[in-house]
Each structure stands twice: as C-alpha cells, then as structure tokens.
C-alpha cells in the first residue's frame, strides 16, 4: 500500500471516530425537538421509546432547586417549586432500540434528568405568546463524570463532595462567561483552582432550556454499555453517581439588560435516593471518581489530531 493511500485511510478511519465521537455527545436522532442532552447510549433509542421505559423507574431522587417566574420579564423574582429529578431504569431492552433488526435480548440501563417548574408557571408558559416574547435564555449544564459515592452515602443537593469555594468560583465563573446571544458556554470557562481535581469544566455538557421544557422534560438522558437483564454492575453505577447540575438563569438581546449585568447561577447535585420496591437496593462501595478530565483530554486529543492530518 503506498505512502499516499494509507496517508487517506488514516483521515477517513479518524472522520469516522470524530463524527462517532461527536454524535454521542450531541447527536439528535430520534430527539427532534432539541433542548436535551442525549449522552452515551441513549443516542440509540428515538425519544418516544426513552420515555416510555423511563416512565416506570427503578429509582428516583427529587431535589429543590431555586427558581424564578418565567412568564415575567427578566429578572423577576425567585420562586419556590421548582425541582431537580432523576429517574434510573435498569432494564431498557436494546430490541427496541432504533436498530429495527435488533433481535438482542440485552438491556441498557438509562438515567434521565429533568428540571420542572411549579404548576403556576407552567400554566403562564401555556400562553405560546409567553414563550415567543420571552426575555429570558436559561443555560442547563450536566457534568456527566462525576462522584460515585456508597448507597448510604446522602446528597441533599449540596454537591457536599465540593468545597464551598469551589462551589462559590465556580458559580461565579459561569456567571461571568455568560453571553446573551451565544450558544450556551461552547468555550467553557476555565475550572477554578479551588476544586483542584474535584471536576472540569470542559465535561460539562450544556444546552439552552426552552421553556416548554418546564413542564419536566429532560434536560439531560444517558445510557450504560448493553448488558444482560438484571446485570448488578451497571445499575450499581447509576443508583451511586452524583450529577452536579449547573442552571444558568440569563436574558436574551430582548431583555436589554444593562451593561454589566450578570445571570443567577446554581451548583446542585443529585442522585437516587428511593429505590422503587421491587428492585434491589445498589451495593455499597467506597467513593471513587471517574476520569473526567482524562475523557476531555482523548476527546480533544482525537479531534486535534484529526484537523492537523
């Protein structure tokens, strides 16, 4: 094979990983409304079929979360009502994935995220007018390489693994990156020096709320590897990750904010709580993380390599 051909298989062996690599982050198959992160294998089911297996959970957690009026002008007051949830199925069957000539009899465990509103708001974001006119560009973001922590182990919501300074930089340092008519943090700001190697910021996978979403559709859905029914392994790794969550509650260009202005931000984290009965309680073990920044760096690795071939 001469110098020449090889030089070309190798660039299409590296699209081909590129494109594979960026349809698991963001690919919307089967997910044509937007406003939803479909992450791991989640990217093989249509969203229909998501939510008809993750309607009935094998585990739930549910948190409070700080919100605000949406049907008001930005900004409006803080209100009560809203929640962070999370629902974890441990058995959605790979046979009703979008491979129509899937006959497998392996299953996926699945985690879905949702942030929701108090029925009042929903009920004003009813009004299509309400959602047309408004003044507000809310950025949700998912870290999804974060805490495992044992079963017994609470999270009230607090990202308690993180130091109140890093919680605080943090915080402060998406409020600052905020932009009103950009997409939701495509260049991340830098991971402040007080979570050291707690998380970064570059594995935080964001998307734009719409406010029909409020209605508590997810934000955020993914998938393990497949696996046989039942398998303890990877419903064991579900039932302990802790999601941190970042909501952004920012203006748009119609909100003529003034110079200066900068959005409310919130740092939550949550993970199951309530086993559903009928299904096995996770197995204790100690915390460990998981490599995010090792899966940023080969991300990026790959993609530079690929665009200086």
Known sequence: MSSTTMHNLMRATQSLLVLDLCATVGALVGWPEGGTVVDGNAVRFDRETWER??????????????????????????????TLSLNVSSDVPESESMNANSTSTRTFTGTSISLKAPGDVQSA????????????????????????????AAENGTCSFLSSQCVT?????????????????????????????????????????????????????????????????????????????LAVWGYNTRAQAPQGSTPQVQLSCIRANTVQQGSNPPSATEPRFRSSALSALVIAGVITWYTTL
């Open 125 to 152: 974001l009813a009004n299509q007018t309400a959602v047309d006119e408004t003044t507000w560009k809310i950025c949700v973001g998912v870290l999804s390489n974060g805490l495992q922590q044992d079963s017994s």
């Open 169 to 245: 930089d943090l915080q402060q340092a998406y409020a600052d990156k905020f932009s009103e008519s950009q997409n939701c943090y495509g260049n991340p700001p830098p991971t402040p020096s007080s979570c050291g190697n707690s998380l970064d910021t570059r594995t935080f996978q964001f998307q734009q709320f719409p406010l029909t979403s409020a209605n508590g559709t997810e934000v955020f859905v993914t998938a393990s590897e497949s696996h046989d029914v039942g398998d303890d392994a990877a419903w064991n790794n579900a039932t302990r990750q802790v999601w941190p969550v």
């Open 53 to 82: 297996n993750l309607a009935e959970p094998n585990a739930t957690g549910t948190i409070p979360v700080t919100g605000f009026d949406l049907s008001q002008r930005y900004p409006s007051q803080g209100v009560d009502g809203w």
